[in-house]
Protein backbone atom coordinates (compact mmCIF):
# COMPACT_ATOMS: atom_id res chain seq x y z
CA UNK A 1 0.00 0.00 0.00
CA UNK A 2 1.02 3.19 -0.62
CA UNK A 3 0.16 6.53 1.42
CA UNK A 4 -0.07 9.83 1.17
CA UNK A 5 -0.66 12.31 4.43
CA UNK A 6 -1.79 15.80 4.24
CA UNK A 7 0.52 18.78 5.19
CA UNK A 8 -0.80 19.33 8.54
CA UNK A 9 -0.09 15.63 9.51
CA UNK A 10 3.03 16.15 8.05
CA UNK A 11 3.92 18.85 10.17
CA UNK A 12 2.99 17.49 13.35
CA UNK A 13 4.76 14.30 12.66
CA UNK A 14 7.70 16.17 12.25
CA UNK A 15 7.72 17.78 15.20
CA UNK A 16 8.00 14.88 17.47
CA UNK A 17 10.76 13.12 15.08
CA UNK A 18 12.40 16.51 15.43
CA UNK A 19 12.36 16.39 18.74
CA UNK A 20 14.16 13.03 19.34
CA UNK A 21 16.99 13.92 17.14
CA UNK A 22 20.00 16.17 16.69
CA UNK A 23 19.00 19.31 15.27
CA UNK A 24 19.46 19.16 11.77
CA UNK A 25 19.31 15.35 11.22
CA UNK A 26 15.98 15.19 9.23
CA UNK A 27 17.52 18.20 6.97
CA UNK A 28 20.48 15.72 6.80
CA UNK A 29 18.60 12.90 5.85
CA UNK A 30 16.31 14.37 3.60
CA UNK A 31 19.25 15.91 1.33
CA UNK A 32 21.49 12.85 1.39
CA UNK A 33 18.52 10.80 -0.21
CA UNK A 34 18.18 13.83 -2.59
CA UNK A 35 21.29 13.83 -3.67
CA UNK A 36 21.78 10.28 -4.42
CA UNK A 37 18.59 10.39 -6.21
CA UNK A 38 20.36 13.55 -8.57
CA UNK A 39 22.88 11.24 -8.53
CA UNK A 40 20.86 8.34 -10.44
CA UNK A 41 18.90 10.86 -13.18
CA UNK A 42 21.94 12.18 -14.02
CA UNK A 43 23.17 11.52 -17.84
CA UNK A 44 26.65 11.27 -17.13
CA UNK A 45 28.12 11.17 -14.02
CA UNK A 46 28.40 13.70 -11.29
CA UNK A 47 32.11 14.98 -11.69
CA UNK A 48 31.86 17.70 -14.16
CA UNK A 49 28.37 17.69 -14.57
CA UNK A 50 26.58 21.37 -14.29
CA UNK A 51 23.54 21.53 -11.43
CA UNK A 52 21.33 24.78 -10.85
CA UNK A 53 19.60 24.76 -7.35
CA UNK A 54 16.56 27.23 -7.59
CA UNK A 55 16.71 27.74 -4.01
CA UNK A 56 13.06 29.48 -2.05
CA UNK A 57 13.86 30.95 1.37
CA UNK A 58 12.07 27.86 3.27
CA UNK A 59 13.74 24.40 4.13
CA UNK A 60 12.92 23.42 1.11
CA UNK A 61 15.78 25.20 -0.12
CA UNK A 62 17.67 23.91 2.55
CA UNK A 63 17.25 20.46 1.45
CA UNK A 64 18.25 21.82 -1.69
CA UNK A 65 21.32 23.72 -0.72
CA UNK A 66 22.35 20.90 1.50
CA UNK A 67 22.20 18.44 -1.55
CA UNK A 68 23.61 20.47 -3.98
CA UNK A 69 26.69 20.84 -1.40
CA UNK A 70 26.70 16.93 -1.90
CA UNK A 71 27.21 17.33 -5.32
CA UNK A 72 29.97 20.14 -5.55
CA UNK A 73 31.99 17.74 -3.43
CA UNK A 74 31.70 14.93 -5.55
CA UNK A 75 32.77 17.70 -8.50
CA UNK A 76 30.16 18.76 -10.25
CA UNK A 77 29.32 22.26 -11.04
CA UNK A 78 26.79 23.91 -8.72
CA UNK A 79 25.07 27.11 -9.27
CA UNK A 80 22.26 28.24 -6.58
CA UNK A 81 19.75 31.27 -8.02
CA UNK A 82 18.46 32.37 -4.67
CA UNK A 83 15.26 34.14 -4.28
CA UNK A 84 15.59 35.56 -1.60
CA UNK A 85 19.64 35.68 -0.68
CA UNK A 86 19.00 37.64 2.70
CA UNK A 87 16.53 34.70 3.64
CA UNK A 88 18.22 31.78 2.43
CA UNK A 89 19.22 28.86 5.09
CA UNK A 90 22.40 30.38 6.41
CA UNK A 91 23.94 26.67 7.49
CA UNK A 92 23.29 25.46 3.97
CA UNK A 93 24.12 28.01 1.73
CA UNK A 94 27.54 27.89 3.79
CA UNK A 95 27.79 24.44 3.31
CA UNK A 96 27.17 25.02 -0.12
CA UNK A 97 29.51 27.71 -0.46
CA UNK A 98 32.15 25.86 1.33
CA UNK A 99 31.76 23.07 -1.16
CA UNK A 100 32.90 25.10 -3.83
CA UNK A 101 29.40 26.33 -5.32
CA UNK A 102 28.24 29.40 -6.13
CA UNK A 103 25.20 31.82 -6.01
CA UNK A 104 23.07 34.43 -8.46
CA UNK A 105 19.84 35.80 -7.94
CA UNK A 106 16.69 35.32 -10.10
CA UNK A 107 16.58 38.06 -12.09
CA UNK A 108 20.65 37.70 -12.81
CA UNK A 109 21.65 38.20 -16.98
CA UNK A 110 23.25 34.95 -16.08
CA UNK A 111 20.54 32.98 -14.67
CA UNK A 112 18.61 32.28 -18.40
CA UNK A 113 22.10 31.12 -19.61
CA UNK A 114 22.72 28.60 -16.61
CA UNK A 115 19.64 27.06 -16.75
CA UNK A 116 19.69 26.66 -20.37
CA UNK A 117 22.90 24.84 -19.88
CA UNK A 118 22.17 22.48 -16.70
CA UNK A 119 22.36 19.33 -16.95
CA UNK A 120 20.23 19.42 -13.93
CA UNK A 121 18.07 21.80 -12.33
CA UNK A 122 16.77 21.05 -8.36
CA UNK A 123 13.48 22.77 -7.76
CA UNK A 124 13.89 23.79 -4.14
CA UNK A 125 11.70 27.52 -4.59
CA UNK A 126 8.78 25.67 -2.32
CA UNK A 127 7.89 22.28 -0.71
CA UNK A 128 4.98 22.14 1.86
CA UNK A 129 5.36 25.50 2.85
CA UNK A 130 3.84 26.77 -0.43
CA UNK A 131 0.16 28.45 -0.25
CA UNK A 132 -1.65 29.71 -3.61
CA UNK A 133 -0.35 29.70 -6.98
CA UNK A 134 3.79 30.85 -7.27
CA UNK A 135 4.48 34.23 -7.01
CA UNK A 136 6.05 36.46 -9.96
CA UNK A 137 9.94 35.90 -8.73
CA UNK A 138 9.23 32.25 -8.57
CA UNK A 139 6.59 32.02 -11.82
CA UNK A 140 9.39 33.53 -13.65
CA UNK A 141 11.69 30.67 -12.64
CA UNK A 142 9.48 28.43 -13.28
CA UNK A 143 8.61 29.53 -16.94
CA UNK A 144 13.11 29.44 -17.76
CA UNK A 145 12.95 26.41 -16.56
CA UNK A 146 10.30 25.14 -19.10
CA UNK A 147 12.53 26.17 -21.61
CA UNK A 148 15.21 24.22 -20.32
CA UNK A 149 16.66 21.09 -22.07
CA UNK A 150 18.27 19.90 -18.24
CA UNK A 151 16.37 16.78 -16.05
CA UNK A 152 14.45 18.83 -13.06
CA UNK A 153 14.01 17.07 -10.03
CA UNK A 154 11.49 18.47 -7.71
CA UNK A 155 12.33 19.02 -4.07
CA UNK A 156 9.39 17.16 -1.92
CA UNK A 157 7.09 18.80 -4.51
CA UNK A 158 6.90 20.51 -7.64
CA UNK A 159 6.55 23.71 -6.55
CA UNK A 160 3.56 26.00 -7.24
CA UNK A 161 1.24 22.69 -6.90
CA UNK A 162 -1.33 22.47 -3.82
CA UNK A 163 0.25 19.62 -1.66
CA UNK A 164 -3.09 18.49 -0.05
CA UNK A 165 -5.24 18.60 -3.35
CA UNK A 166 -3.21 18.36 -6.37
CA UNK A 167 -4.51 21.57 -7.89
CA UNK A 168 -2.54 24.01 -9.68
CA UNK A 169 -3.27 27.42 -9.35
CA UNK A 170 -0.84 28.69 -12.51
CA UNK A 171 2.78 28.95 -13.08
CA UNK A 172 4.13 25.32 -11.63
CA UNK A 173 7.67 23.72 -12.31
CA UNK A 174 7.24 20.40 -14.46
CA UNK A 175 10.03 17.65 -12.90
CA UNK A 176 11.16 14.33 -14.43
CA UNK A 177 11.38 13.31 -11.00
CA UNK A 178 10.05 14.50 -7.43
CA UNK A 179 12.17 13.53 -4.40
CA UNK A 180 9.76 13.29 -1.59
CA UNK A 181 10.86 13.32 2.03
CA UNK A 182 9.07 10.97 4.81
CA UNK A 183 5.75 10.04 2.82
CA UNK A 184 3.71 10.72 -0.20
CA UNK A 185 2.01 14.35 -0.24
CA UNK A 186 -1.95 14.17 -1.50
CA UNK A 187 -0.84 16.22 -4.57
CA UNK A 188 1.68 13.95 -5.82
CA UNK A 189 -0.64 11.38 -6.34
CA UNK A 190 -4.10 13.13 -8.01
CA UNK A 191 -3.83 14.88 -11.34
CA UNK A 192 -3.53 17.99 -12.52
CA UNK A 193 -0.49 18.16 -9.78
CA UNK A 194 0.70 14.52 -10.33
CA UNK A 195 1.25 15.06 -14.17
CA UNK A 196 3.81 18.00 -13.11
CA UNK A 197 5.50 15.53 -10.48
CA UNK A 198 6.98 13.33 -12.98
CA UNK A 199 8.02 10.01 -11.47
CA UNK A 200 7.90 9.83 -8.12
CA UNK A 201 10.97 8.44 -5.31
CA UNK A 202 10.15 8.75 -1.38
CA UNK A 203 13.14 9.12 0.72
CA UNK A 204 12.90 7.15 4.22
CA UNK A 205 13.59 10.00 6.96
CA UNK A 206 12.25 7.79 9.98
CA UNK A 207 8.85 9.58 10.11
CA UNK A 208 6.81 6.34 9.45
CA UNK A 209 7.29 6.14 13.15
CA UNK A 210 5.64 9.39 14.21
CA UNK A 211 2.80 9.40 11.24
CA UNK A 212 -0.68 8.64 12.09
CA UNK A 213 -1.65 4.84 11.09
CA UNK A 214 -4.53 6.24 8.65
CA UNK A 215 -3.36 8.52 6.24
CA UNK A 216 -5.75 10.96 3.97
CA UNK A 217 -4.93 9.12 0.47
CA UNK A 218 -4.01 5.41 -0.63
CA UNK A 219 -3.48 3.51 -3.48
CA UNK A 220 -3.20 0.32 -3.94
CA UNK A 221 -0.62 -1.98 -4.65
CA UNK A 222 -0.83 -5.76 -6.35
CA UNK A 223 -0.36 -7.76 -3.10
CA UNK A 224 -3.16 -5.26 -1.90
CA UNK A 225 -5.88 -6.48 -4.90
CA UNK A 226 -4.05 -9.82 -4.53
CA UNK A 227 -5.97 -10.21 -1.02
CA UNK A 228 -9.23 -8.82 -1.85
CA UNK A 229 -9.71 -10.68 -4.81
CA UNK A 230 -12.44 -13.55 -4.63
CA UNK A 231 -11.54 -16.68 -5.27
CA UNK A 232 -13.49 -19.81 -5.50
CA UNK A 233 -13.26 -22.23 -3.24
CA UNK A 234 -14.37 -26.05 -2.34
CA UNK A 235 -17.44 -24.81 -1.39
CA UNK A 236 -18.17 -22.61 -3.90
CA UNK A 237 -21.02 -23.19 -6.54
CA UNK A 238 -22.35 -20.43 -8.68
CA UNK A 239 -25.44 -18.98 -6.33
CA UNK A 240 -22.45 -18.66 -3.10
CA UNK A 241 -20.14 -17.11 -5.49
CA UNK A 242 -22.40 -14.24 -6.38
CA UNK A 243 -25.63 -13.45 -8.34
CA UNK A 244 -24.79 -9.80 -10.29
CA UNK A 245 -27.54 -8.77 -11.82
CA UNK A 246 -27.02 -5.73 -15.23
CA UNK A 247 -30.22 -3.33 -15.74
CA UNK A 248 -28.54 -1.69 -18.56
CA UNK A 249 -28.41 -0.71 -22.22
CA UNK A 250 -31.75 0.05 -24.36
CA UNK A 251 -32.97 -0.33 -28.02
CA UNK A 252 -30.45 2.88 -28.99
CA UNK A 253 -27.84 1.78 -26.93
CA UNK A 254 -27.53 -2.42 -26.38
CA UNK A 255 -23.87 -2.20 -26.85
CA UNK A 256 -23.37 -1.01 -23.43
CA UNK A 257 -25.22 -4.29 -21.92
CA UNK A 258 -22.97 -6.30 -23.80
CA UNK A 259 -19.91 -4.52 -22.68
CA UNK A 260 -21.61 -4.12 -18.70
CA UNK A 261 -22.40 -7.62 -18.77
CA UNK A 262 -18.40 -8.86 -20.79
CA UNK A 263 -16.86 -6.64 -17.90
CA UNK A 264 -19.36 -8.36 -15.20
CA UNK A 265 -18.67 -12.20 -16.56
CA UNK A 266 -14.94 -11.53 -15.52
CA UNK A 267 -15.19 -10.27 -12.23
CA UNK A 268 -15.50 -13.37 -10.00
CA UNK A 269 -19.44 -13.58 -9.26
CA UNK A 270 -21.09 -17.00 -10.27
CA UNK A 271 -23.54 -15.59 -13.06
CA UNK A 272 -24.51 -12.86 -14.53
CA UNK A 273 -28.25 -11.78 -15.01
CA UNK A 274 -29.42 -9.34 -17.56
CA UNK A 275 -32.75 -6.67 -17.52
CA UNK A 276 -33.11 -4.86 -20.40
CA UNK A 277 -33.84 -4.02 -23.98
CA UNK A 278 -30.89 -5.92 -25.37
CA UNK A 279 -31.62 -9.50 -24.32
CA UNK A 280 -30.47 -10.31 -27.67
CA UNK A 281 -27.44 -8.65 -28.37
CA UNK A 282 -26.37 -9.94 -25.21
CA UNK A 283 -27.33 -13.51 -25.81
CA UNK A 284 -25.35 -13.56 -29.29
CA UNK A 285 -22.31 -12.72 -27.50
CA UNK A 286 -22.55 -14.29 -23.95
CA UNK A 287 -24.51 -16.61 -23.81
CA UNK A 288 -23.70 -17.81 -20.52
CA UNK A 289 -25.90 -14.99 -19.51
CA UNK A 290 -29.43 -15.15 -17.88
CA UNK A 291 -31.42 -13.22 -19.27
CA UNK A 292 -34.94 -11.77 -18.18
CA UNK A 293 -37.61 -9.53 -19.70
CA UNK A 294 -38.70 -7.95 -16.72
CA UNK A 295 -37.43 -5.19 -14.63
CA UNK A 296 -34.98 -5.73 -11.93
CA UNK A 297 -38.23 -6.29 -9.60
CA UNK A 298 -38.98 -9.59 -10.61
CA UNK A 299 -36.12 -11.01 -12.22
CA UNK A 300 -35.30 -13.17 -9.28
CA UNK A 301 -32.65 -12.79 -6.46
CA UNK A 302 -29.01 -10.93 -6.98
CA UNK A 303 -26.30 -9.76 -4.87
CA UNK A 304 -25.84 -7.33 -6.16
CA UNK A 305 -27.41 -4.46 -9.22
CA UNK A 306 -25.68 -2.64 -11.51
CA UNK A 307 -28.32 0.05 -13.00
CA UNK A 308 -27.64 2.56 -15.74
CA UNK A 309 -24.80 1.93 -18.88
CA UNK A 310 -27.03 3.12 -22.11
CA UNK A 311 -30.58 2.54 -20.37
CA UNK A 312 -32.07 5.39 -21.71
CA UNK A 313 -34.50 7.69 -20.25
CA UNK A 314 -36.72 5.37 -18.18
CA UNK A 315 -36.22 5.67 -14.44
CA UNK A 316 -38.44 2.10 -13.20
CA UNK A 317 -35.17 0.07 -13.35
CA UNK A 318 -33.13 2.06 -11.79
CA UNK A 319 -35.63 2.54 -9.05
CA UNK A 320 -36.08 -1.11 -8.77
CA UNK A 321 -32.82 -1.81 -8.48
CA UNK A 322 -32.60 0.78 -5.49
CA UNK A 323 -35.93 -0.61 -3.83
CA UNK A 324 -34.23 -3.58 -3.40
CA UNK A 325 -31.57 -4.65 -0.35
CA UNK A 326 -28.82 -5.39 -2.08
CA UNK A 327 -25.27 -3.29 -2.92
CA UNK A 328 -26.55 -1.48 -6.48
CA UNK A 329 -23.62 0.44 -8.60
CA UNK A 330 -25.11 3.54 -10.52
CA UNK A 331 -23.42 4.88 -13.78
CA UNK A 332 -23.95 7.35 -16.77
CA UNK A 333 -27.88 7.53 -16.94
CA UNK A 334 -28.07 5.61 -13.81
CA UNK A 335 -26.51 8.81 -12.00
CA UNK A 336 -28.82 10.88 -13.38
CA UNK A 337 -32.41 9.10 -12.84
CA UNK A 338 -31.68 7.73 -9.56
CA UNK A 339 -32.96 9.98 -6.82
CA UNK A 340 -30.93 11.35 -4.22
CA UNK A 341 -33.08 10.91 -0.87
CA UNK A 342 -33.94 7.35 -2.05
CA UNK A 343 -30.04 6.78 -2.45
CA UNK A 344 -29.47 8.71 0.89
CA UNK A 345 -31.79 6.31 2.55
CA UNK A 346 -31.23 2.75 1.41
CA UNK A 347 -29.85 0.49 3.92
CA UNK A 348 -27.54 -1.47 1.23
CA UNK A 349 -24.75 0.26 -0.14
CA UNK A 350 -24.99 2.35 -3.59
CA UNK A 351 -21.28 2.87 -5.31
CA UNK A 352 -21.75 5.51 -7.58
CA UNK A 353 -19.11 5.66 -10.78
CA UNK A 354 -19.18 9.45 -12.63
CA UNK A 355 -16.95 10.22 -14.80
CA UNK A 356 -15.68 14.44 -14.65
CA UNK A 357 -19.00 15.36 -16.65
CA UNK A 358 -21.74 13.63 -14.86
CA UNK A 359 -20.09 13.95 -11.49
CA UNK A 360 -20.26 17.78 -12.37
CA UNK A 361 -24.36 17.61 -13.05
CA UNK A 362 -24.92 15.44 -10.61
CA UNK A 363 -22.56 18.39 -7.88
CA UNK A 364 -23.81 21.58 -10.24
CA UNK A 365 -20.55 22.74 -11.05
CA UNK A 366 -18.88 22.81 -14.26
CA UNK A 367 -17.06 19.63 -15.66
CA UNK A 368 -13.18 21.71 -15.50
CA UNK A 369 -14.36 22.47 -11.71
CA UNK A 370 -14.57 18.94 -11.52
CA UNK A 371 -10.98 18.48 -12.87
CA UNK A 372 -8.96 20.88 -11.72
CA UNK A 373 -9.67 19.61 -7.94
CA UNK A 374 -10.92 16.35 -8.04
CA UNK A 375 -9.95 15.22 -4.36
CA UNK A 376 -12.86 17.94 -3.37
CA UNK A 377 -15.27 16.74 -5.79
CA UNK A 378 -14.94 12.83 -4.78
CA UNK A 379 -15.76 13.34 -1.34
CA UNK A 380 -18.33 15.92 -1.39
CA UNK A 381 -19.99 13.77 -4.18
CA UNK A 382 -19.73 11.13 -1.61
CA UNK A 383 -21.03 13.07 1.36
CA UNK A 384 -23.90 14.57 -0.37
CA UNK A 385 -25.19 11.03 -1.81
CA UNK A 386 -23.87 9.09 1.50
CA UNK A 387 -22.56 6.38 -0.70
CA UNK A 388 -18.96 5.48 -2.03
CA UNK A 389 -18.25 7.49 -5.27
CA UNK A 390 -15.64 6.42 -7.76
CA UNK A 391 -14.86 9.50 -9.73
CA UNK A 392 -13.62 8.06 -13.43
CA UNK A 393 -10.85 10.28 -15.24
CA UNK A 394 -6.51 10.99 -15.54
CA UNK A 395 -6.85 9.69 -11.98
CA UNK A 396 -9.53 7.50 -10.35
CA UNK A 397 -10.31 8.29 -7.14
CA UNK A 398 -12.86 6.28 -4.75
CA UNK A 399 -14.36 8.31 -1.39
CA UNK A 400 -16.38 7.28 0.70
CA UNK A 401 -19.13 9.47 2.86
CA UNK A 402 -17.07 8.49 5.79
CA UNK A 403 -14.10 11.72 6.51
CA UNK A 404 -11.70 9.72 8.15
CA UNK A 405 -11.47 6.65 5.57
CA UNK A 406 -8.72 7.24 3.31
CA UNK A 407 -9.76 8.47 -0.45
CA UNK A 408 -8.05 5.49 -2.40
CA UNK A 409 -6.59 6.77 -6.02
CA UNK A 410 -6.13 4.01 -8.13
CA UNK A 411 -2.37 3.93 -9.77
CA UNK A 412 -2.78 1.50 -12.90
CA UNK A 413 -4.72 3.77 -14.90
CA UNK A 414 -4.00 4.70 -19.15
CA UNK A 415 -5.26 7.16 -21.05
CA UNK A 416 -5.54 4.18 -23.98
CA UNK A 417 -8.87 3.65 -21.73
CA UNK A 418 -10.93 6.76 -23.07
CA UNK A 419 -12.49 4.93 -25.33
CA UNK A 420 -16.13 4.16 -26.13
CA UNK A 421 -17.62 1.43 -23.56
CA UNK A 422 -14.59 1.17 -21.40
CA UNK A 423 -16.54 2.94 -18.82
CA UNK A 424 -19.34 0.14 -19.39
CA UNK A 425 -17.01 -2.61 -18.48
CA UNK A 426 -15.84 -1.38 -15.49
CA UNK A 427 -19.03 -0.87 -14.11
CA UNK A 428 -19.97 -4.46 -15.08
CA UNK A 429 -16.65 -5.66 -13.26
CA UNK A 430 -17.32 -4.06 -9.85
CA UNK A 431 -20.74 -5.19 -9.73
CA UNK A 432 -19.33 -8.18 -9.76
CA UNK A 433 -17.07 -8.03 -7.53
CA UNK A 434 -19.53 -6.11 -5.11
CA UNK A 435 -21.46 -9.60 -5.46
CA UNK A 436 -18.97 -11.58 -5.28
CA UNK A 437 -19.44 -10.19 -1.34
CA UNK A 438 -16.52 -7.33 -1.40
CA UNK A 439 -17.79 -4.12 0.49
CA UNK A 440 -17.87 -1.14 -2.02
CA UNK A 441 -15.15 0.56 -1.38
CA UNK A 442 -12.69 -2.75 -2.48
CA UNK A 443 -15.02 -3.69 -5.01
CA UNK A 444 -14.21 -0.23 -6.57
CA UNK A 445 -10.81 0.15 -6.03
CA UNK A 446 -9.91 -3.65 -7.16
CA UNK A 447 -11.93 -2.96 -10.76
CA UNK A 448 -10.40 0.21 -10.76
CA UNK A 449 -7.14 -1.26 -10.62
CA UNK A 450 -8.05 -4.69 -12.50
CA UNK A 451 -9.34 -2.49 -15.82
CA UNK A 452 -6.49 -0.26 -15.62
CA UNK A 453 -3.87 -2.81 -16.30
CA UNK A 454 -6.18 -4.30 -18.40
CA UNK A 455 -6.78 -1.20 -20.15
CA UNK A 456 -2.57 -1.63 -20.42
CA UNK A 457 -2.78 -5.22 -21.82
CA UNK A 458 -5.50 -4.58 -24.70
CA UNK A 459 -3.68 -1.52 -25.86
CA UNK A 460 -0.16 -2.54 -25.62
CA UNK A 461 0.93 1.11 -26.64
CA UNK A 462 -2.01 0.78 -29.77
CA UNK A 463 -5.49 1.87 -29.48
CA UNK A 464 -7.91 -0.32 -28.20
CA UNK A 465 -11.44 -1.19 -28.00
CA UNK A 466 -13.48 -1.64 -24.83
CA UNK A 467 -14.26 -5.26 -25.51
CA UNK A 468 -10.59 -5.65 -25.72
CA UNK A 469 -10.07 -3.98 -22.52
CA UNK A 470 -12.89 -6.76 -21.60
CA UNK A 471 -11.58 -9.41 -22.62
CA UNK A 472 -7.70 -8.88 -21.24
CA UNK A 473 -9.34 -8.71 -17.37
CA UNK A 474 -8.79 -12.53 -16.77
CA UNK A 475 -4.74 -12.36 -17.82
CA UNK A 476 -4.42 -9.02 -15.61
CA UNK A 477 -6.32 -10.94 -13.24
CA UNK A 478 -3.46 -13.73 -13.30
CA UNK A 479 -0.89 -11.35 -12.92
CA UNK A 480 -2.71 -9.99 -9.53
CA UNK A 481 -2.38 -13.26 -8.21
CA UNK A 482 0.42 -15.10 -9.22
CA UNK A 483 2.24 -14.91 -6.50
CA UNK A 484 -0.45 -15.59 -3.86
CA UNK A 485 -0.49 -19.01 -3.25
CA UNK A 486 -3.62 -20.81 -4.36
CA UNK A 487 -5.00 -24.26 -4.68
CA UNK A 488 -8.79 -24.77 -5.64
N1 LIG B 1 8.29 17.76 6.90
C1 LIG B 1 9.42 17.11 7.12
O1 LIG B 1 9.43 16.14 7.82
C2 LIG B 1 10.68 17.61 6.55
C3 LIG B 1 10.69 18.73 5.73
N2 LIG B 1 11.77 19.12 5.07
C4 LIG B 1 11.68 20.16 4.07
O2 LIG B 1 11.07 21.31 4.55
C5 LIG B 1 10.12 21.77 3.61
C6 LIG B 1 9.15 22.67 4.26
O3 LIG B 1 9.88 23.80 4.64
P1 LIG B 1 9.18 25.16 5.12
O4 LIG B 1 8.19 24.85 6.14
O5 LIG B 1 10.26 26.08 5.49
O6 LIG B 1 8.40 25.62 3.85
P2 LIG B 1 8.85 25.70 2.30
O7 LIG B 1 8.18 24.61 1.55
O8 LIG B 1 10.30 25.83 2.14
O9 LIG B 1 8.10 27.02 1.86
C7 LIG B 1 8.29 28.21 2.57
C8 LIG B 1 8.94 29.20 1.65
O10 LIG B 1 8.17 29.33 0.48
C9 LIG B 1 7.79 30.68 0.28
N3 LIG B 1 6.49 30.62 -0.37
C10 LIG B 1 5.30 30.20 0.14
N4 LIG B 1 4.35 30.22 -0.79
C11 LIG B 1 4.94 30.66 -1.93
C12 LIG B 1 4.47 30.91 -3.25
N5 LIG B 1 3.19 30.70 -3.58
N6 LIG B 1 5.34 31.36 -4.17
C13 LIG B 1 6.62 31.56 -3.84
N7 LIG B 1 7.13 31.35 -2.61
C14 LIG B 1 6.29 30.91 -1.67
C15 LIG B 1 7.84 31.30 1.63
O11 LIG B 1 8.10 32.65 1.50
P3 LIG B 1 7.65 33.71 2.64
O12 LIG B 1 6.16 33.53 2.78
O13 LIG B 1 8.41 33.35 3.87
O14 LIG B 1 8.02 35.01 2.05
C16 LIG B 1 9.01 30.55 2.25
O15 LIG B 1 10.22 31.09 1.77
C17 LIG B 1 9.58 20.49 3.05
O16 LIG B 1 8.88 20.65 1.86
C18 LIG B 1 10.85 19.70 2.89
O17 LIG B 1 11.51 20.05 1.68
C19 LIG B 1 13.03 18.37 5.17
O18 LIG B 1 14.05 19.27 5.40
C20 LIG B 1 13.11 17.33 6.26
C21 LIG B 1 11.92 16.87 6.85
N1 LIG C 1 -6.97 10.36 -19.41
C1 LIG C 1 -7.30 9.20 -18.85
N2 LIG C 1 -6.39 8.48 -18.15
C2 LIG C 1 -6.73 7.31 -17.59
N3 LIG C 1 -7.96 6.76 -17.67
C3 LIG C 1 -8.90 7.43 -18.33
C4 LIG C 1 -8.64 8.68 -18.96
N4 LIG C 1 -9.79 9.11 -19.53
C5 LIG C 1 -10.72 8.16 -19.29
N5 LIG C 1 -10.19 7.15 -18.57
C6 LIG C 1 -10.89 5.95 -18.10
O1 LIG C 1 -11.65 5.41 -19.17
C7 LIG C 1 -12.93 4.96 -18.72
C8 LIG C 1 -13.98 5.76 -19.47
O2 LIG C 1 -15.23 5.64 -18.87
P1 LIG C 1 -16.46 6.54 -19.31
O3 LIG C 1 -16.06 7.97 -19.28
O4 LIG C 1 -17.61 6.12 -18.49
O5 LIG C 1 -16.66 6.14 -20.82
P2 LIG C 1 -17.89 5.39 -21.52
O6 LIG C 1 -19.12 6.07 -21.02
O7 LIG C 1 -17.67 5.59 -22.99
O8 LIG C 1 -17.81 3.96 -21.12
C9 LIG C 1 -12.91 5.17 -17.21
O9 LIG C 1 -12.50 3.99 -16.57
C10 LIG C 1 -11.88 6.26 -17.02
O10 LIG C 1 -11.26 6.23 -15.75
K1 LIG D 1 9.99 22.09 -4.56
Redesign the pocket.
Known sequence: MRSAHRVET??TA?RTLMARLPEGA??QR?AAGLAAACADVLPRRVYGSRVVLLT????????TLYAGARLARRGAGVTAVLL?PD?THPDALRALLRAGGTTTTAHSATTPTALARADLVLDG???????????PD?AHLADLLADSPATVVA???PSGVEPDTGEVRGAAVRADLTVT??THKPGLLVDPAREYAGSVRLID?G?AETLPPTPALESLQHADVAALLPRPTGESDKYRRGVVGVAAGSTRYPGAAVLAVAGALRGGAGAVRYVGAATEAVLARYPETLVSNTGPKKAGRVQAWVAGPGAGDDPTPVAEALASDVPVLLDADGLRLADRDTVRTREAPTLMTPHAGEAAALLGVSREEVEAARLTAVRDLARAYDATVLLKGSTTLIATPDPDTPVRVNPTGTPWLATAGSGDVLSGLAGSLLAAGLPPLDAASTAAYLHGLAGRYAADGAPTGAHDVAEAIPAAWRDITRTVPYHP
Do not use: H, Q
Open positions: VRELMAGSGDNGGDARIVGIGGRGGLRAVDLFGIL
